[in-house]
């Protein structure tokens, strides 16, 4: 029913926002990739994005041919390689931030190894700033990390809210300096949070500092302090900070797939894998 060329064309306008942009990775003609778009609309009977001569947004059922477009790609991509008789092979490096691994990550490790039991898997948890850094030096193949507000790098895996968390007995004193527990340096939600912090001009001092997500969350846990975090992936046995606390919003956060595609030896594993990141993001986030 939907041409999968035609479904990759709208997966790039999706996360591009930018016919442009979308043309441009593609290797495509911008008349092509308008001509895909409204093939795939035609074959839906709906329209899929919203754009003017300045803005392209995705419409509700945009939003719905996200999902569906990312699975059955990924569902076509497994039945290619089935039929084809060919198996991955090869070590795939990835590194990931641990606000996955402690919620998503084993379903889609076990999905991935179920399917490409003859890959090998280097996996690396850090920090999202360090990550990023690692992959650019040549060190990583796939990553799956947070990026600030105006990085443009990454495709998209799920957009989320961060939000303050912390015991369910704490309380703020609004006299006192906010205790924040915190990620170290280059620690993303660490330079968000006081980058909002700032903008109120609310004072602050560090009361735990953890290169360890499991470390962060014992502290919160503890009633040390507060803590930024998605408002997805919250652990259990902390919950929101209410807004009587007075403390300032924290704004958005993207999670984001970055490759390198350098080690021609990873490349198939890497988009393995990525698919199946993207289709588990999707249902995080309709929860």
């Not at 590194?95 to 919620?103: A, I, M, N």
């Not at 007995?169 to 660490?190: A, E, H, K, N, Q």
């Not at 997805?232 to 209410?242: E, F, H, N, S, T």
């Not at 606390?245 to 797939?257: R, S, T, Y």
């Amino acid at each position: 029913m939907y041409d999968t060329s035609h479904l990759r064309t709208f997966l790039a306008v999706a996360q591009t926002l930018s016919f442009t942009q979308a043309a441009r990775r593609l290797g495509l003609r911008q008349s092509t990739v308008s001509q895909h778009v409204r093939r795939l609309e035609d074959s839906a009977g709906r329209q899929l994005f919203s754009r003017d001569t300045h803005s392209v947004e995705l419409t509700e059922d945009g939003e719905a041919m996200l999902g569906f477009a990312r699975r059955i790609l990924e569902v076509h991509e497994q039945a290619a390689a089935f039929f084809a008789g060919t198996r991955l092979r090869g070590r795939l490096r990835f590194g990931t931030s641990e606000d996955f691994v402690l919620t998503r990550l084993s379903e889609i490790l076990e999905a991935f190894r179920h399917d490409h039991p003859e890959v090998d898997l280097e996996l690396t948890v850090g920090l999202s700033g360090i990550l990023h850094e690692q992959l650019a030096a040549g060190k990583l193949d796939l990553v799956l990390a947070k990026r600030l507000p105006e990085d443009p790098r990454g495709e998209l895996v799920w957009h989320d809210e961060l939000v303050w968390i912390g015991a369910e007995r704490l309380r703020l004193d609004t006299d006192r300096p906010v205790p924040l527990i915190v990620f170290p340096p280059p620690g993303i939600t660490r330079a968000l949070a006081l980058q909002a912090l700032e903008r109120q001009g609310r004072p602050w001092r560090v009361a735990c500092t953890s290169t360890s997500l499991n470390g962060l969350i014992a502290a919160a846990r503890a009633g040390l302090g507060v803590m930024a975090h998605s408002r997805r992936l919250i652990p259990p046995g902390l919950v929101r900070v209410p807004d009587r606390a007075g403390l300032p919003e924290l704004g958005q956060v993207d999670f984001v797939l970055l490759h390198d595609r350098r080690r021609a030896a990873a490349r198939g594993a890497a988009e393995a894998l990525a698919s199946a990141v993207l289709a588990a993001g999707d249902r995080l986030h309709r929860r």
